[in-house]
RNA sequence: GGCGGCUUGGCCAAGUGGUAAGGCGACGGCCUGCAAAGCCGUUAUUCUCCGGUUCAAAUCCGGAAGCCGCCUCCA
């Protein structure tokens, strides 16, 4: 079984042939950082992240590059704003950014390039591309590319030009060769942040940075290019357009491009107030439920984020967890062995199958219950044989864990970080609980089970459950 | 106006030609003093609707309805 990749310039599924055999190149368009990074930012970051896992895992020496945006209008709005320097703006946001994407178990990519890193670069291509006809620029203006230069341009979208042109809804700038030509240079205003240039001090635009930056560390074509479905037009069809028409040859094989995440049933969006911080997200919930959350739907689909979805996969994560301790606390140990097993296979098919993470988590599940039935079958001493078994599940449910970004934790310091978490709230604390449970277990010894139950139930009140096991009662939030 | 996508059980969600994965929930059972956890069983003769192609369709084609995204900064 080999990898299939839906490629967004194709429109279906192809099998992953890289450039150079054993090796990948994949360039992901980072943030812009002028804000705060929210819950959709990190579902690209965190797909990327997984589809990362899976090539490294799958044997490939992958090259990771995801860029940052830190020269744009944008963020010089924000400076001026806040009384700040554009510099200062962009590496608030760029420190909030690792802190928050390392909180999500987020892997760092091999290089994270910077625009204003990369100005020359940036310079060079812009003028290669003057040189060769297919820019040009408008003295006291800017530098445009040249749509006619181009002749595919508009393959990625499914659009063509004229089409474009006719139903424009933005005013035309009147020193556009052509409607659709787009900046790659623009003249300072004062006090803007600018470099020198050969069109005078400026900075660039949006779209020639990826192309500079993935030419400079991935070459002039490569194997995965990813974003946003919103990044598809115009922004990695100007890529596209920029790079071709420099090189002469295809620029990316394949298009990764993910879907968005609505907020109870709605778009995310400023007008409607609903903007969903990663930050505050972190605070609610574990990063792996977010993980998981977010790798519950095929990444192409739109997904909802919701308090009920949260819900239902904390429960999910939960009975993961709570298998592992089991099997644990019956004698398994928890490494990962290199050897694979039946389960791992079975993953890795969802896996190849365009990162399929939904049918993945349907293996774990599985797994799980398989390991559950054969320790409930085993009983109190567990044979050689089933433990043998177990660890083998142990191991494959690790390793799909390790693709996914979750398992991280052993069980133990799982289930300490829950009851942590849930201390910190309220105004009970653990000496208060193992109080009560050694109370009511010596009513149960008495088999006073009325001052059992009240006990239990008043626990229950807290949001506290109680489970009898045979090594004695343990407690856990709900 | 142009382009694209989606519609699967109470909810979430896989499944692109071979007879409906998985999770949550619910119900019944085993276990338990009773619970919880776990396990077993039940919960879609059917995949928005109408036609068509095929031995065979949730999956392909045509049409209808509803929802959504992009075309402007956007993950």
Redesign the pocket.
């Known amino acids: 079984m080999s990898l299939r990749i ?1 490629n967004t310039l194709k ?3 192809e099998e992953f042939v890289p450039l150079e055999p054993g090796k990948v190149g994949m360039y992901v ?4 950082v002028y ?1 705060t ?5 990190a ?3 965190v797909i990327f992240d997984v589809i990362f896992r899976w090539l490294t895992a799958s044997g490939y020496d992958v090259n990771y590059v995801r860029n940052f ?1 830190d020269v ?3 963020i010089i709005n924000r400076a001026n704003e806040r009384g700040m320097s554009p510099t200062d703006i962009s590496e608030k946001y760029i420190k909030e950014f690792h802190n928050e994407m390392d909180g999500l178990n987020v892997l760092r990519p091999t290089i994270e390039p910077k625009a204003t890193e990369h100005i020359d670069d940036i310079i060079k291509f812009i003028e290669q591309l003057i040189e060769q006809g297919k820019a040009y620029y408008v003295e006291g203006s800017d530098v445009f590319f040249s749509i006619e230069s181009f002749g595919e341009y508009g393959k990625l ?4 030009p004229d ?2 042109i ?5 005013a035309v700038d009147s020193n556009k060769r052509s409607p ?1 030509d ?1 900046t790659l240079w623009k003249p300072a205003k004062p006090g803007e942040p600018s470099w020198d240039s050969p069109w005078g001090p400026g900075r660039p635009g ?1 779209h020639i940075e990826c192309s500079a930056m993935s030419n400079r560390y991935l070459g002039q074509s490569f194997d995965i290019h ?10 990695h069809e100007n890529e596209i357009a920029q790079s071709e028409a420099l090189f002469g040859k295809q620029f990316v094989k394949y298009w990764v ?6 907020i109870n ?6 007008s409607l107030g609903n903007f969903t911080m990663i930050k505050d997200v972190l605070e609610t919930y574990h990063p792996e439920v977010i993980r998981l959350f977010l790798l ?3 990444y ?5 984020f ?1 308090e ?2 949260m ?3 904390i ?2 994560l ?2 993961i967890y ?2 592992l301790d ?1 099997a644990e606390k019956a004698g398994v140990d928890l490494s990962i062995s290199p050897d694979a097993g039946e389960e791992w296979q079975l993953f890795a098919q ?1 896996m190849d ?2 990162f ?1 993470s ?2 993945g ?6 797994t ?6 054969l ?3 085993a009983g109190e001493t567990v044979s050689a044989e089933t433990l043998s078994k177990l660890s083998e599940i142990c191991s494959d449910l690790k390793k799909m864990g390790e693709i996914l970004g979750i398992i991280s934790q052993t069980p133990t310091a799982y289930f300490k970080g829950k009851k942590e978490a849930g201390l910190a709230g309220g105004d009970i604390d653990s000496a208060m609980i193992d109080q009560l449970v050694m109370e ?1 277990t010596q ?2 010894k008495d ?1 006073n ?2 001052r ?2 009240e006990i ?1 139930a008043r626990l229950d009140e807290l949001n506290i ?5 045979a090594g004695g ?1 343990t407690w ?1 939030f ?1």
Do not use: Q
């Not at 368009?29 to 812009?32: L, V």
């Not at 491009?257 to 609505?262: L, S």
């Open positions: 839906y429109g279906k599924k368009c980072g943030p812009t804000d990074s929210h819950i959709g930012h579902r690209s970051v945006t744009d209008d944008k979208s499914g659009r063509n089409d474009m006719a139903g424009a809804r933005i659709m787009f949006w990813g974003g946003g479905k919103d990044l598809i037009f115009p922004h491009h993910n879907g968005f995440v609505d049933n709605e778009k995310m969006s400023k519950s739907k095929h192409r689909s739109p997904i909802d919701n009920n979805s819900d239902e996969v429960t999910s939960d009975k709570t298998f089991r969802a199958d365009d399929n939904a049918r988590m349907a293996t774990i599940f599985d799980v219950k398989k390991g559950n039935r320790l409930d079958k009511r009513a149960r088999k089970f009325a059992a139950d239990r459950i109680l489970e009898d096991g009662t856990k709900s």
